[in-house]
Antibody, heavy 120, light 108 residues
C-alpha cells in the first residue's frame, strides 16, 4: 500500500520561502510510471495543480503557469521523497497543500494535507 | 480560474439518483477522474478512465462522458455520500492537469 507523509512548517512569513516535503512509502520516487505532484486548495482558488516531478530515464519537472517563476520541485532519491519550494510567498499563497501520486491517470494516494498560512 | 466547470452545489434526496457534471474543452480528448472530499480530509479517487472504480468504492458510483461533458452519477445516494466532488483531467492548453471548481453535494 502506497502512502505519502507530508512534513513542513504551517506558518511562513510574507516574502519568504514555503518548503514542504512528501515522504513516499510503498513506491519509488524514481518509478518509471508515476509522477509526483503538489496541489493546493483554498476557498478562493479551489484545487490548484502546482507542479510535478517524474523520472523517465531522466528527471523531468512541469510547473503551473501561475507559479512557474517561484516554484521548485525536487526529488530526493536517497530518502525516497520529493519537496516543494515556493518563493516570495504572499497571503494569497495561504492554502492547504497536498502531495499526490499520479500513475496512468489515477491520482492516488494523496498526502494528509498541510495548512500553510502566510502571515507576519 | 478553472478550465473545468462544475455546478457549485447539488442536492439529492436520500436513496435517489444524482448526476454531477464537469464541462471543459479538454474532455473532448481526455477522460475525467472524480474525487470525493469530506471536510478536513484529502480527496479520494472514486472514478477514473471511461468508468472505473478503485477498489473499495461502492458500485453506486459511476462515470460517463459525452462531448465536452463528463458526469458522475450516484445511484441511490446515501448520507455518507454528502461531500464535495471534484473532477480533473489532462489540460489541452498550458498546464498538464486541471481540476474543476468542485460541487458540494447535499443529501436531504
Amino acid at each position: 500500500q502506497v502512502q505519502l507523509q507530508q512534513s513542513g512548517p504551517g506558518l511562513v512569513k510574507p516574502s519568504q520561502t514555503l518548503s514542504l516535503t512528501c515522504a513516499i512509502s510503498g513506491d519509488s520516487v524514481s518509478s518509471n510510471s508515476a509522477a509526483w505532484n503538489w496541489i493546493r486548495q483554498s476557498p478562493s482558488r479551489g484545487l490548484e495543480w502546482l507542479g510535478r516531478t517524474y523520472y523517465r530515464s531522466k528527471w523531468y519537472n512541469d510547473y503551473a503557469v501561475s507559479v512557474k517563476s517561484r516554484i521548485t520541485i525536487n526529488p530526493d532519491t536517497s530518502k525516497n521523497q520529493f519537496s516543494l519550494q515556493l518563493n516570495s510567498v504572499t497571503p494569497e499563497d495561504t492554502a492547504v497543500y497536498y502531495c499526490a501520486r499520479e500513475k496512468e491517470g489515477l491520482w492516488e494516494p494523496w498526502g494528509q494535507g498541510t495548512l500553510v498560512t502566510v502571515s507576519s | 480560474s478553472s478550465e473545468l466547470t462544475q455546478d457549485p452545489a447539488v442536492s439529492v434526496a436520500l436513496g435517489q439518483t444524482v448526476r454531477i457534471t464537469c464541462q471543459g474543452d479538454s474532455l473532448r480528448s481526455y477522460y475525467a477522474s472524480w474525487y470525493q472530499q469530506k471536510p478536513g480530509q484529502a480527496p479520494v479517487l472514486v472514478i477514473y478512465g471511461k468508468n472505473n472504480r478503485p477498489s473499495g468504492i461502492p458500485d453506486r458510483f459511476s462515470g460517463s462522458s459525452s462531448g465536452n461533458t463528463a458526469s458522475l452519477t450516484i445511484t441511490g445516494a446515501q448520507a455518507e455520500d454528502e461531500a464535495d466532488y471534484y473532477c480533473n483531467s489532462r489540460d489541452s492548453s498550458g498546464n498538464p492537469w486541471v481540476f474543476g471548481g468542485g460541487t458540494k453535494l447535499t443529501v436531504l
